[in-house]
């Protein structure tokens, strides 16, 4: 964020921009035609229009006006600034992209609550059998601290205390970091077994203090060709997501059904089950995933049609052709972030292509469920270990 930031900037006071001809627009970039190869640069300056922020977030949502995909990224705003660089990748459909820029005076935070959690057994009269549910209590760490630690493949970011109100609450400090980390929470020993929720406000409905769009071209490299203008005609920027990454995890009462059907009434979204032609491999009353050691040599020996490569340093998915998205928990991570132990998987969901989750991608899809709650060990003891998206991190391969 640095140096970037300054070298536009006197090129800014040297040269003079167009994008900046209007002192009421925040954002600048050098041109608005592009080639696959190409890096798009970009700086956002909240001082322009008075909104200085020393921390805040910038949201781009990128539309690709023909057809409504969309792609989201999301930059920190240090003291009023935020740049970032996205790399035209070749799978980039060519015609014209809206760059919607939202500034937020929210920064990147985690909050939660914790509760406690007993398994009890109580018999069905209607059923004529014991059924299994899980009695949530208010948390018996009021007053105390819980230590949480947030790691990314490589390093530990940050390990502290976080303190536990008396009504469970509790809120992270916040954190900058790249990209996808997994938080875990340690309750203490002794203190029995607990139920813990997690949010990102930046993840869920924020609201912009100031909006800017962008349209810029993208096109093939052909020869003797001509960069085109983009077309801004019959374009309106629709603020509402169709599929929110909000989601609201229901306590309901597990009954007499198989472990993966109780899992996916407890934690899988709507969403995801909306797709009658996906596959769910169960782990937790199969242990053939365990046996394999390898989460990808799993889903190569059992999912005809998904190639996956390797070169010892960098991973790739494809199906038919197109690249796989992967979600831990419902959150898209990236194929070389799967750093998970094959013990950890409770359900691993297949969706052949076009798996349209979230965007209109023509490739397949696999979603991979982390064992929690009362599918942990089988003891009732819930399992500390979330997911977290935090912001897109240095150059990124926009594709």
């Not at 962008?214 to 169709?242: C, G, N, R, W």
């Not at 094959?342 to 969706?351: G, N, Q, S, T």
């Not at 899809?365 to 089988?378: L, Q």
Request: net charge neutral.
């Amino acid at each position: 964020m640095g140096w970037k930031l300054q070298l536009f900037i006197i090129i800014y006071l040297i040269c003079g921009s167009r994008s900046f001809a209007n002192d009421s627009i925040p954002v600048f970039l050098e041109r608005n035609a592009f080639v696959h190869g190409d890096t798009l640069e970009f700086i956002w300056d909240g001082n322009r229009i008075g909104k200085g922020y020393a921390a805040a977030s910038l949201h781009l949502w990128a539309d690709h006006v023909a057809t409504g995909r969309r792609w989201k990224f999301r930059y920190p705003i240090i003291n009023g600034a935020s740049d970032g660089a996205l790399i035209i990748g070749n799978d980039l459909p060519d015609g014209t992209y809206a760059l919607n820029f939202m500034a937020t005076d929210q920064f990147l935070s985690i909050e939660g609550t914790v509760k406690s959690v007993r398994i009890k057994t109580a018999y069905n009269y209607k059923q004529k059998k014991r059924d299994t549910l899980a009695v949530f209590e208010r948390a018996k760490l009021t007053g105390k601290e819980m230590r949480y630690t947030l790691l990314n493949r490589e390093d530990i970011l940050h390990n502290d205390y976080v303190r536990v109100d008396s009504a469970g609450r509790f809120n992270v400090p916040p954190i900058i970091f790249g990209d996808t980390a997994q938080m875990l929470f340690d309750p203490g020993k002794g203190r029995g077994s607990y139920w813990i929720e997690i949010v990102t406000p930046l993840d869920s409905a924020f609201t912009p203090f100031h909006s800017t769009t962008v349209f810029i071209a993208v096109q093939s490299l052909k020869p003797d060709s001509t960069l085109a203008a983009p077309d801004s005609m019959h374009y309106e920027f629709s603020f509402t997501d169709p599929y929110p990454e909000a989601k609201t995890l229901e306590e309901i009462k597990v009954s007499g059904k198989t472990n993966a059907q109780k899992y996916e009434e407890r934690f899988v979204s709507q969403l995801f089950r909306s797709f009658p032609d996906a596959r769910t491999f169960d782990a937790l009353d199969n242990n053939e995933l365990m046996r394999s050691n390898n989460l990808f040599n799993f889903l190569r020996s059992n999912v005809a049609g998904l190639f996956i490569r390797s070169d010892g340093i960098v991973t790739t998915a494809t199906w038919r052709g197109a690249n796989v998205d992967f979600y831990i928990n419902e959150f898209p991570v990236g194929i070389n972030d799967l750093n998970i132990n094959p013990m950890d998987i409770a359900l691993i969901k297949v969706y052949p292509p076009p798996a349209q989750l979230q965007s209109l991608t023509n490739g397949g899809a696999v979603a991979i469920y982390t064992k929690r709650g009362i599918f942990e060990n089988g003891t009732g003891s819930p399992l500390y270990n979330f997911m977290v998206g935090g912001y897109t991190q240095g150059i990124f391969n926009w594709r």
